[in-house]
């Protein structure tokens, strides 16, 4: 069974910085594709930036120049580093890891969520 465990969210002024982590265990497909998803009061939930096992990522155009994912593989562990924080990036973030769908089974496995505000 797959576990995440995001931490790091909190209450941060306009223009501050944040770094989010999320913490994974069990039986990991060592080819996968780690991300962070949000979701803020009333809309659905968005893909925030996302990474592959071997490191390429791809951002939402919102968070592009601020935001910054990265991984490290023998910890199982996802970081997002959040500069320049927006008061529309209040949201409640999620940690997201999937693989397989075409030779083995496809997995996807969500976080609890951590929630990020940020005040004006």
């Known amino acids: 069974q797959v576990q995440l465990v995001e931490s790091g969210g909190g209450l941060v002024q306009a223009g501050g910085s944040l770094r989010l982590s999320c913490a994974a265990s069990?039986?990991?497909?060592?080819?996968?594709?780690m991300g962070w998803y949000r979701q803020a009061p009333g809309k659905e939930r968005e893909l925030v930036a996302s990474?592959?096992?071997?490191?390429?990522?791809n951002y939402a155009n919102s968070v592009k120049g601020r935001f910054t994912i990265s991984r490290d593989n023998a910890k199982n562990t996802m970081y997002l580093q959040m500069n320049s924080l927006k008061p529309e990036d209040t949201a409640v973030y999620y940690c997201?890891?999937?693989?397989?769908?075409?030779?083995?089974?496809?997995?996807?496995?969500w976080g609890q969520g951590t929630l990020v505000t940020v005040s004006s």
């Open positions: 069990g039986n990991i497909f060592s080819l996968n594709t």
């Open positions: 990474i592959t096992s071997g490191g390429s990522t």
């Open positions: 997201n890891v999937k693989w397989g769908g075409l030779v083995i089974k496809y997995v996807e496995v």
